[in-house]
């Protein structure tokens, strides 16, 4: 069974920085794609950022610039480092895994259990 643990979320001023963890364990042979989605109370959740295992990314234009992505496929972990902080980024944040190859074969959507980013004075 795969599961996935976030970790790194808090309470940060405007302006200020946080690191986002994602871990993925489990029979893991190979994990395609990992991402970050954000959800606000109430609203679907939509893409961040996500990077292949080879390393391309795609982000959101919302944060462009200001968030990073990268993963350690050795140990099965993304992160996200999000500078430049905006009120705006506040929401729950949630690690997702596709393309997920294990014992039992290949399987999709994978989540976290999401951590809670708060950007406010």
């Known amino acids: 069974q795969v599961q996935l643990v976030e970790s790194g979320g808090g309470l940060v001023q405007p302006g200020g920085s946080l690191r986002l963890s994602c871990a993925a364990s489990g029979s893991i042979f190979r994990i395609n794609a990992m991402g970050w989605y954000q959800q606000a109370p109430g609203k679907q959740r939509e893409l961040v950022a996500r990077?292949?295992?080879?390393?391309?990314?795609n982000y959101a234009d919302s944060v462009k610039g200001r968030f990073t992505i990268s993963r350690d496929n050795a140990k099965n972990t993304v992160y996200l480092q999000m500078n430049s902080l905006k009120p705006e980024d506040t929401d729950s944040y949630y690690c997702k895994a596709d393309g997920v190859l294990t014992s039992s074969g290949w399987s999709n959507g994978h989540w976290g259990q999401g951590t809670q980013v708060t950007v406010s004075t």
């Open positions: 990077i292949t295992s080879g390393g391309s990314t």
